[in-house]
């Protein structure tokens, strides 16, 4: 994987802040006071420092109101601790440019962050809901039209919006309640997102850091709290491949899925690796990986994943939303995996739950599930213990070992663990796939559950090595095969 050249750029990140001037905001006539609107002043300050070979725009203790700011090349935002962002409820202090609207926007350049121990404070509440009472009035047009009376994502400003950057270093900074995504990062290259506190949950999609079509990122020893997916990498052209990424020792909880890859899938997502993190009172996947939109995943490492009180393990999923355009997925290895799946809702009490999707039913499983003509190729397995809590219901629209056929494919549906709803195992579910290694894999299930540990279905080359299931009041076999070729236990 490529990530020497990003460990360099760290280096190189280091020294121009070593050398950089640095310029007090206030110089510029910038106020503290939280009520004196600043944009026009903060701009000029960048602009200033941006002509003038670069430096630091230095905030300290106060509030400083703004709305949306272009952060230009050589430029560093940094924030003090006490020093506050504050984003204006006024809608129409913000700038759109395509499809999203931001606080901070970052376009084309490069050598460029934001760091300290102060915080950006969206306001995406306040924002939001002043967004909707004018889309009501018909002030504010909404594309979707108003689906599910919320704002399209588009039409609420992001914290973060950066394009086609390079050498991008954000650090240390706490990045709350955006009225959309958080902080999206779209076809940069030599990114850095590292010791960030992100509280978003103030509103729907809320994710925590989205890494769009990037080459080169680190995105370590942060702590997020989202109402959507945690760590978030997409890839939303064609043309375009999510590539070279380390996610090291991250703490996520979310309403959504932990680490995901997708849903927008169109180019695809290599060499990446994910190693020691934890996710908790997750409402869905601790892992997704998706490629739904005629895109690729290979050559992922997860290693040393804790998994606490998370509604699902491992989603794996090859579909086919643009009609004709398969997606593919190769070479997938998790290993040192610890999960503990709760019987109630893992993010009960959070703002912005989780829905209660195709309720009741029962536990779903991990699931490693491809299509008919695309298998899922080369996962393997290794050092992993799952803790489910049994006791499904037989009653919840069983479908039994000899009803495997009526599973639907839903090639084209957006994915998610529950979207086949009951499923006829309690620890694995594998469809559609070839090479799959389990390795020293502990499935325990703390009640008896009507359903098989494990159930393949067109599975071709599959090798259990010292597998262990633990399950009260049941001796049978731990594995179910159907339809399925070369399969070893050993």
């Known amino acids: ?135 009501h009035k018909g002030i504010i047009k909404d594309p979707s039209g108003l689906l599910y009376d919320r704002p399209r994502e588009g039409i609420r400003p992001q914290n973060i919006y950066f394009k086609g950057c390079r050498n991008i270093h954000i650090q240390g900074i706490m990045l709350k309640d955006p009225a959309s995504w958080n902080q999206q990062y779209d076809q940069c290259t030599n990114l850095v997102v590292e010791d960030l506190l992100v509280d978003s949950k103030s509103y729907w999609n809320n994710d925590g850091v989205d890494i769009v079509d990037c080459d080169s990122v680190i995105v370590r020893n942060c702590h997020i709290d989202a109402a959507d997916d945690g760590i978030c990498l997409k890839s939303h052209s064609d043309d375009f491949v999510c590539q070279n990424v380390y996610i090291y020792n991250n703490i996520v909880r979310t309403s959504a899925n932990g680490i995901k890859f997708g849903t927008a899938s169109r180019g695809g997502f290599r060499n990446v690796k994910i190693v020691k993190n934890t996710i908790y009172d997750t409402y869905r996947s601790a892992i997704t990986f998706a490629a739904v939109d005629g895109g690729f995943v290979e050559n992922i490492v997860v290693d040393s994943l804790r998994s606490i009180n998370t509604g699902n393990v491992i989603f794996l999923r090859i579909g086919e939303r643009r009609k004709g355009l398969k997606g593919r997925m190769n070479n997938i290895s998790i290993s040192n995996l610890y999960a503990e799946v709760p019987a109630t809702k893992a993010d009960a009490g959070y703002n912005y739950e989780g829905p209660v999707e195709d309720n009741p039913r029962n536990v779903s499983p991990a699931s490693i599930v491809g299509m008919p ?104 076999d731990p594995v179910y095969s159907y339809r399925s070729t070369d399969i070893k236990i050993r």
Request: net charge negative.
């Open 373 to 476: 003509d695309v298998s899922i190729t080369n996962v393997k397995l290794k050092n992993i213990e799952i803790v489910y809590p049994g006791g499904g219901n037989p009653y919840y629209a069983k479908v039994g070992l000899d009803e495997l056929d009526k599973v639907p494919e839903l090639a084209d549906r957006y994915p998610e663990f529950s979207m086949f709803r009951e499923l006829p195992a309690w620890g694995f579910y594998i469809r559609h796939a070839e090479d799959i290694i389990f390795d020293n894999v502990i499935l325990r299930c703390k009640e008896e559950d009507y359903r098989t540990a494990i159930v393949l279905d067109d599975v071709h080359g599959a090798l259990f090595k010292s597998l262990e299931v633990e399950e009260p009041g049941k001796e049978k």
């Open 1 to 135: 994987m490529k990530l020497y050249k990003t460990f360099l750029f760290v280096l190189f990140i280091f020294s121009i802040n070593l050398y950089s001037k640095d310029y007090k905001a206030s110089l510029f006539g910038i106020e503290s006071n939280g009520t004196t609107l600043n944009t026009t002043s903060i701009q000029k300050a960048i602009d200033y420092i941006h002509e003038n070979g670069g430096g630091k725009l230095v905030f300290y203790v106060g509030r400083y109101l703004t709305g949306t700011i272009h952060l230009k090349s050589n430029v560093t935002i940094h924030l003090e601790e006490g020093a506050i962002l504050v984003g204006s409820d006024n809608p129409f202090d913000y700038e759109r440019i395509g499809y999203w609207m931001a606080l901070i926007f970052a376009h084309d350049q490069e050598n460029i962050g934001i760091t300290g121990k102060g915080v950006i404070d969206g306001r995406g509440y306040l924002v939001a809901n002043n967004i909707l009472s004018m889309v």
